[in-house]
């Protein structure tokens, strides 16, 4: 895609001194995006006075949890575009030709979804979410996808299942519980079901809310260590999770949670989205009241039977902090076991994985 070029005068000093490239490149890229779309987004940012701030869209998403967008000043002088299509296109020459590019395909060749906005109307009109991360950006995930949506249903086998139960495996069968698996999946997505294999109980199945919910526990946690074993999560066959028939044995190895207040990403545009980290030795804990201490926090901790390396409070934001454990396994355990942890009458601890170290 050809440079994009502000109007007159709003373009800052800071951004005039610097190359007027950017490189943009896509993480979870689940859903194929045009340049059509990218030149949209840019011009809502022009429409907004944004453009002095463009910087702010490194790290968003263009979609829920998935195409995040990573933003880098190019050390191109020079940028030659010989097609209009939706891989490349000049904006001040509409007289290129297409070449082999076909912005209407539904699926492209590397094995990713159409957007998600096809067959519900023009997804650029949408509303966009809440501000993001604190500097007042527009959400990019607005498009909530679900099983039924017309578009994924319009779509004939996508390279991409859609699948949003998922197989789990090698699991501590003496410690796991679906408490324990909501909690921790709950981290990538909203989990709605969760069921221990009756016959196996090493396995489980685990229903997400939406297809990319479960390609990011999967992408995340495959091979994880959870409770001392490498856990392996892949795509099940299966549709849903089924809860069991009145009178059948089940030993509370079912369990419904698509009520559950503790889902994370129930609202559209979440900030949540933008804090989906792979799992580290570090937890970002938050909703911590000013009434609790460091030293209240560790002994939370400390009791459970974690050991804490280094802990952290936010110099301007104090509800909330960072820890650090000795290992990723003690993070996991420590994330099932703390999350919701109640710190007062009316706080209950948050917990999640951290990009940052201590």
């Not at 002088?77 to 290129?96: A, E, F, M, Q």
């Not at 079912?254 to 990403?265: G, K, V």
Request: net charge positive; hydrophobic share 40%; charged share 20%.
């Amino acid at each position: 895609m050809r440079r994009y070029q502000p109007p007159a005068g709003v373009r800052d000093k800071q951004i005039s001194q610097r190359n007027h490239f950017d490189t943009v490149t896509l993480e979870f890229f689940f859903f194929a995006i045009d340049t059509l779309l990218i030149h949209e987004r840019f011009l809502l940012l022009e429409s907004r006075s944004f453009i002095t701030n463009i910087e702010a869209l490194d790290g968003q998403n263009i979609y829920n949890g998935c195409c995040t967008l990573r933003i880098d000043y190019s050390k191109m002088t020079c940028l030659n575009v010989k097609y209009n299509n939706d891989k490349s296109r000049d904006y001040t020459n509409p007289t290129l030709p297409s070449g082999d590019g076909d912005t209407h395909q539904l699926l492209t060749s590397g094995g990713v979804l159409a957007p998600p906005f096809l067959g519900l109307g023009s997804g650029l009109a949408s509303p966009y979410g809440v501000g993001v991360g604190g500097v007042g950006l527009p959400a990019f995930g607005a498009l909530t996808l679900t099983p039924a949506s017309p578009a994924l249903r319009a779509l004939a086998a996508p390279p991409l299942p859609l699948a949003t139960v998922l197989l789990v495996s090698n699991l501590n069968e003496e410690m796991v519980t679906p408490d324990a698996l909501f909690t921790l999946f709950g981290v990538y997505g909203d989990v709605q079901r969760v069921k221990i294999l009756y016959n196996k109980k090493d396995s489980a199945l685990i229903q997400m809310a939406e297809p990319h919910q479960a390609h990011l526990a999967m992408t995340h946690m495959d091979k994880l260590r959870v409770f001392g074993k490498a856990m392996r999560v892949m795509l099940s066959k299966h549709q849903t999770v089924q809860l069991p028939k009145e009178g059948q044995p089940d030993a509370g190895l079912t369990r419904d949670y698509s009520q559950s207040p503790l889902h994370r990403f129930k609202k559209p545009g979440s900030k949540n989205y933008q804090n989906i980290y792979p799992p580290s030795a570090t937890l970002h804990l938050s909703n911590i009241p000013a009434t609790v201490s460091e030293d209240d926090i560790k002994d939370a901790f400390t009791k459970r039977g974690f050991t804490i390396k280094a802990f952290k409070f936010f110099p301007k934001d104090r509800k909330m902090a960072l820890v650090q454990l000795p290992t990723i396994d003690d993070a996991v355990a420590a994330l099932i076991k703390m999350h919701n942890y109640q710190l007062s009458e009316s706080n209950h601890l948050r917990v999640s994985f951290s990009k940052s170290s201590i």
